[in-house]
Structures are given as structure tokens and as C-alpha cells.
């Protein structure tokens, strides 16, 4: 499986970006499809995640800003970011797998972000 994500960019406090996320490869390890993300000197932490169904959960640090969605016949999974602020600054990595809730097996190469004035 391939993840190619797109979107990311410098954007100023209380603005908003669009990540996108397309899946490629074998459609039977796409399941559940993630955004992570991992600022400078911290851990990988997950920011949403979206079931095949739609079920979705966020991060408490993200929630009522941030929405993840999926398109399941094109195998993209998106992630609109608004009222961003500083501490949203991060590198933004796709994610996915054969599970259907938590963390897959698969990644994609991360698009960073910039909240910045």
C-alpha cells in the first residue's frame, strides 16, 4: 500500500488548511484511515481517525476544529483544519491498514505544517 498525502503549507493563526490523502495497492489492506502527527522533540500522536463506515474519533486537542472525512471509492481520506493555531504545527502523516479501528501498518511520507504569524 501507498499513501501520497498533499496539502500542507504556512498558514496564519485562525486559518485553515486541507489535507488530503490518497491510498494505492491492495484495497483489502485499506481499512481504517488515520492523520497523525509529530511536532519537533515530540512523539507521534494521533489526530483523527475515520472508519470505513464513518465512525469516527479525535484527538481532544483538535476536536470542534478539526474534521476528517473519507472517500471511499477513491481511497482518500482528507483532514480540514480550522482556527489553526501554533501548537497544530507539526509534520501530518496518513495512515492506514487492514484494522479497523487504531493505528495500520502503513504510512505515507508526512506534509508539514506551519501555524505561524
Known amino acids: 500500500v501507498q499513501l501520497q498525502a498533499s496539502g500542507g503549507g504556512l498558514v496564519q493563526p485562525g486559518g485553515s488548511l486541507r489535507l488530503s490523502c490518497a491510498a494505492s495497492g491492495d484495497i483489502f489492506s485499506i481499512n481504517v484511515m488515520n492523520w497523525y502527527r509529530q511536532a519537533p522533540g515530540k512523539q507521534r500522536e494521533l489526530v483523527a481517525g475515520?472508519?470505513?463506515?464513518?465512525?469516527?474519533n479525535y484527538a481532544d486537542s483538535v476536536k470542534g476544529r478539526f474534521t476528517i472525512s473519507r472517500d471511499n471509492a477513491k481511497r482518500t481520506v482528507f483532514l480540514q483544519m480550522n482556527s489553526l493555531k501554533p501548537e497544530d504545527t507539526a509534520v501530518y502523516y496518513c495512515?492506514?491498514?487492514?484494522?479497523?479501528?487504531?493505528?495500520?501498518?502503513?504510512w505515507g511520507q508526512g506534509t508539514q505544517v506551519t501555524v505561524s504569524s
Open positions: 475515520i472508519t470505513t463506515g464513518g465512525s469516527t
Open positions: 495512515n492506514t491498514g487492514r484494522v479497523r479501528v487504531g493505528q495500520g501498518r502503513y
